[in-house]
């Protein structure tokens, strides 16, 4: 393929290029480019929110290029501070490995594995000296890092900024440095620390790297970036009923985004949805249902994605019961209602189990249930419903 071919496909939805000049003069130089992602394991979990950079990612491997994953095993112990207010918690060592491990086992979903490079940087900056760290530090400015929109906000309204949050930017630069990337991806909440790259890599002699950055998305609640923190993400492990379910309750207006970034839809089908849309000439929830088969069936198959749909339709449009739901087996006697919640893991506590009764989430037998302090007898079969998607059939001992 031409290398003006490949620079229009790589620079597709792409939000910042730096610059475009440069990956075109590394395309026609390289035959094959080294093209960096770091991901610090803070979560046990990837969500659509990773998958955004990640199919980025699969379009350099599928023209031929080389993808480094870092998994940031060191750099997860002191937080990355790029959108936070305040200073991120460290983790500890086991917490890091263990959700690294599930990272690379997910990513693959997505990525190539005989075409990706699997490093740790814990290889290389858990090796450095102090001396080592100081003379990378001698190499940025206070002033530079103060131009970064989070920390200069935190300066001016007096809040805390560690020394640690200015020293992870450039051992991410670092990561650059080591790997002797071409490219490097992110989100666009990224962008600071892949131009700081950029710099530390010129700094040491390095050609400076192409900066790319991907858009991120809106959670299911469409307003805040998906998130674990703010319990609006979609897992690549959810289950497909739940993937199909989730996707179809995220707003009207995301629609397009999602398609456009999250599936192989062609952009002549996608341009023809969004004019249906516009011109309100289809219910969005057509489209919708388009959106979440297509996502779903690359994580679970068309399979997977068809039952889920059926589901889907059985439950919210023809109003009936789940085709399977899972027994829970319990004694003839008052149980509850809180600590059953919490026995069934829906609720990760009793304040958040109470939470969900009290905003009206919890029913029995389509029977909304809203005292916090009530109590359920099994004396026959009962259907527990809490939110919109999971269902259990109570049943007595």
Do not use: C
Request: zero cysteines.
């Amino acid at each position: 393929m031409q290398v003006e071919q490949q620079l229009e496909i790589l620079k597709k939805n792409a939000v910042d290029l730096v610059s475009e000049e440069d990956l075109l003069n590394k395309l026609t130089r390289k035959k094959q480019l080294r093209v960096k992602l770091g991901v610090d394991p803070t979560r046990p979990d990837l969500h659509l929110g990773h998958a955004v950079v990640l199919f980025k990612l699969r379009q350099f491997q599928d023209l031929g290029h080389k993808v480094i994953l870092i998994i940031g095993d060191f750099t997860a112990q002191i937080g990355d501070p790029s959108g936070r207010d305040v200073t991120r918690q460290m983790l500890s060592e086991s917490e890091v490995r263990q959700n690294a491990k599930t990272y690379q086992e997910q990513a693959f979903r997505i990525l190539d594995k005989e075409k990706t490079e699997v490093r740790f940087n814990s290889e290389w900056l858990s090796k450095m000296s102090f001396a080592d760290v100081i003379k990378l530090a001698s190499k940025y400015t206070v002033a530079r890092m103060l131009e970064r929109d989070d920390f200069s906000k935190r300066y001016s309204s007096n809040l805390p900024i560690s020394i640690s949050e200015f020293l992870y930017p450039l051992a991410q630069a670092y990561d650059s440095v080591a790997v002797q990337a071409d490219v490097e991806l992110g989100g666009t909440d990224q962008y600071f620390n892949l131009l700081v790259g950029r710099k530390i890599q010129e700094e040491m002699g390095q050609e400076p790297q192409v900066v790319l950055t991907m858009p991120i998305i809106e959670g299911t609640d469409g307003k805040m970036k998906m998130s674990k923190s703010y319990e609006n993400y979609i897992a690549f492990n959810d289950t497909p009923f739940d993937m199909y379910g989730k996707l179809m309750s995220i707003p009207d207006e995301l629609i397009i985004k999602y398609i456009r970034l999250l599936t192989q839809i062609p952009e002549q089908k996608i341009n023809e949805y969004e004019s249906l849309i516009q011109s309100k000439s289809v219910n969005p929830r057509d489209i919708k249902m388009k959106l979440a088969f297509a996502i779903t069936s690359f994580f679970h198959g068309e399979e997977g994605a068809a039952k889920a749909e059926n589901e889907f339709i059985k439950i919210f449009r023809q109003k009936e019961l789940p085709t399977q739901m899972p027994a829970i087996e319990l004694d003839n006697s008052e149980v509850e209602l809180v600590e059953l919640l919490v026995t069934l893991q829906i609720a990760s506590s009793r304040s958040e189990a109470r939470r969900l009764i009290s905003q009206g989430a919890v029913k029995i037998d389509d029977e909304k249930i809203t005292d916090i302090h009530a109590k359920i007898f099994v004396d026959r079969e009962k259907v527990l419903r809490v939110g919109k998607r999971n269902f259990f059939r109570l049943v007595g001992r």
